[in-house]
């Protein structure tokens, strides 16, 4: 029989497969919250937390596993933000960030995939290549690793590290599914975001499933010749096909959707590109995320102070809200498009406690 890994089971499968012990709630209930809210390091405290029954003990003991993510390195940027990057028993290396919101809290950044397969252009990801899925366990530890390390509290998750979370969607709902659950991770399903360059086939899946976390749209462009550029996907799913997928995931949320449209110098920031966004989204609320390309190669530049003061004031004719989003960390390569499960820069930092 394979061991049963505990940190890859949402509740009921962790009531499933610990059956054969005639567990109460309340005792599944206890040995989730010891795995995902304690952040349990071995099984053996897991079996012997108060309220698990003696039979969910010996069965926990003789089947039950917790692996973990080896930490290769944390690395923290002049900003605060602090890239972990880790290496995963399943094979793989892959990175999550640690980002500060003022002096209250973090939000983490993981990743969903090893590589990925989308090759963007401007995306240091891209070039690696698709590798692997992760699993859902390998999401949640990197968030529990975080934690278990971090002075302030994880308060959000935003799944926009390595990879395109919407081609490996089953596990990346299972993980999120954890991380909103009171006895999990106990994050708000509000304050999960999950990234996506426009998978429609599984945005429509999204919206059917009535699922409760938040989807960021790249758009990077509303003209399709001028995105096709830059993201390959518009030739698999056509921003008109993405702006309907979008229409109904906005009207079944009531609620604005998230346009993340990064900025690059000289390409996507004239009144047309401006008008070309109205005209594309007329009808369908949305907000604006403005994100500055971070491209190590040298190829992609950001608009200067002026260029972009010149682009939101094109913006207006929009006539939705428009944000200009901080993308951090990255003198470490921990910047939106930038993770490559690389290592430079910053300052590194000891594992907590050395």
Not at 214 to 224: E, K, V
Request: with cysteine; charged share 25%.
């Amino acid at each position: 029989m394979a061991p049963l890994n505990l940190k890859n089971v949402t509740l009921d499968e962790l009531a499933s497969v610990l059956a054969p012990a005639a567990p109460s709630r309340t005792a599944v209930l206890k040995v989730f919250a010891q795995v995902f809210a304690h952040g349990a390091q071995d099984v053996e405290t897991v079996a012997r937390a108060p309220q698990v029954p003696r039979a969910v003990a010996q069965l926990l003991r003789t089947q039950g596993e917790l692996p973990k993510l080896e930490v290769l390195e944390r690395r923290r940027a002049a900003d605060g933000f602090v890239k972990y990057l880790f290496q995963s028993p399943e094979g793989g290396r892959f990175e999550a960030v640690r980002i500060p919101i003022f002096d209250e809290k973090y939000i983490v950044c993981v990743s969903s995939q090893v590589g990925c397969a989308m090759a963007c252009d401007f995306c240091m990801t891209g070039k690696l290549g698709f590798q692997r899925n992760l699993q859902a366990w390998e999401m949640l530890d990197q968030v529990l690793r975080v934690r278990e390390e971090a002075d302030r509290p994880v308060r959000g998750v935003v799944f926009m590290g390595m990879g395109e979370p919407l081609l490996n969607y089953n596990q990346v709902m299972k993980a999120a599914s954890v991380m909103c659950h009171p006895a999990g991770l106990a994050i708000s399903a509000k304050a999960i975001t999950v990234s996506t360059v426009g998978i429609v086939p599984m945005v429509r899946r999204y919206v059917r499933e009535e699922q409760p976390y938040r989807l960021a749209f790249s758009i990077t462009s509303a003209i399709p010749s001028k995105r096709g550029q830059v993201l390959p996907v518009e030739n698999t799913h056509p921003l008109p096909e993405l702006v309907e997928a979008i229409r109904e995931y906005a009207h079944a949320r009531r609620a604005r959707a998230m346009l993340a449209y990064v900025v690059i110098r000289g390409f996507n920031t004239s009144r047309e590109d401006a008008e070309a966004l109205r005209d594309t989204f007329a009808g369908i609320p949305i907000k604006v995320d403005l994100i500055d390309v971070t491209d190590p190669t040298g190829k992609y530049h950001p608009p200067d102070e002026a260029e972009l003061k010149g682009f939101r004031d094109h913006l207006q004719v929009v006539g939705a809200p428009v944000a200009r989003r901080y993308s951090g960390g990255k003198d470490i390569g921990a910047a939106c498009g930038t993770l490559s499960a690389s290592s430079y820069g910053g300052e590194v930092l000891p594992a907590a406690g050395n």
